[in-house]
């Protein structure tokens, strides 16, 4: 246990509670796991720093602990941050993204309390910045999302690999309240349709959409009624638009925007198969709530989906390979029995694997807090 406390002090530093996102998500699971242990008398206390965020976070943190928002403002946010270190002197420190660790570093020569740092994956392209590779050198202890997140990690910067522990995510237990509330996939009849869920920007275009839309027009020759529902937004939207035009697939790509939470379950309920074939996933929380709902996924082969489907849960496919991808669509959207076999299998893999109380036992783990 950090600084051999018998019961210490956490501060977070956060990126925000309410925003949408993966890290977002992330970071709820992160301070219900503490409060929880709070609340058992494991901690004396979890103080929280936001970066982003003006409504207090409800539920609020339990007494005597605080929570602090920074308005958007990094310079608020390290001040903000150093004055909960020298009020409540932590014996720990935890930021949910690299960004967040560099309030530490221009204070220095000043002794630093301990503190651990939770990557995501992306943003390691960043290490190329001194100060951000300095955040994780002189970091306690660096928590991965996954092990394919870890190996990045530790082939950019050989010197962190014995301190990095791999935290396997989970799908957050406030979701699964609402979803359950809705109903899975009992109560819904499922259409061929393949569903993506990600963002659409023109600097990180690496999510498959490409591959997907262009792989729709083999598809439709065999599955006429075949779709693909495209979720979120972004820049490169009107040039993906534009894509499934010219490769005559436009009536059979469905752009959603951005969509509620309920709209999303309904979406993840009534498609058939979840498919994201990306170069860039750290991990991909999309891919075990698509699982959580009982459907069949498509990642790739260059990133961490294989540590998240598994055969038996679904297909990988090479990325970029529009014909690889047409074969992983017909299998699964040409086979009722499949794609229920193989989202089956995802549900109880998320269930007996990518869980809450797997995630708080591996993360109490990493920051030896048990």
Known sequence: MPNGSSSP????????????????????????????????????????????????????PPKPAREVRAGESPMRFALQLWS?????????????????????????????????????????AALESRLRADVLRRSWRILANSEHTARELA???????????????????????????????????????????GRMWSDQPGKGHDALIQAMPAVRERIPGAELWIVGQGDDEPRLRALAKNAGAE???????????????RLYRTASVFAMPSRQEGFGLV??????????CIGSTVDAAGQVISPDTGRLVPYGDVAETSSALLEILGSETLARSLGDAGRRRVEE??????????????????
Not at 353 to 370: M, N, P, T, V
Request: net charge negative.
């Open 353 to 370: 694997y990518f869980c809450f109380d797997r995630f708080k036992s591996d993360l109490l783990d990493a920051l030896e807090l048990k």
């Open 9 to 60: 002090a956490i501060l977070l530093g956060l990126t925000g509670l309410s925003l949408d996102g993966g890290i977002a998500s992330v970071s709820r699971s992160i301070v219900k796991a503490l409060d929880e242990q709070r609340a058992d008398g494991r901690l004396t206390r979890v103080d929280r720093v936001l970066l982003h965020g003006e409504q207090a976070c409800s539920p609020p």
């Open 251 to 265: 009536d059979a790509v469905v752009f959603h925007g951005r969509v509620s939470d309920a709209e999303l379950s």
């Open 287 to 296: 891919y075990i709530e698509a699982m959580w709902h009982g459907l069949a």
């Open 155 to 197: 082939g950019r910067l050989p010197e962190v690999r014995e301190k990095t522990v791999v935290v396997p995510l989970c799908v957050e237990p406030a979701r699964i309240d609402e979803w359950t509330e809705r109903g899975r996939d009992s109560d819904v009849a499922r259409r061929p349709a393949a569903l993506i869920v």
């Open 84 to 124: 909960r270190i020298l009020a409540s002197r932590p014996n720990l420190i935890l930021f949910d993204h690299l960004g967040l660790g560099r309030s530490l570093v221009p204070f220095l020569p000043i002794p630093l309390p301990r503190y651990a740092v939770f990557v995501h994956g992306l943003e390691l």
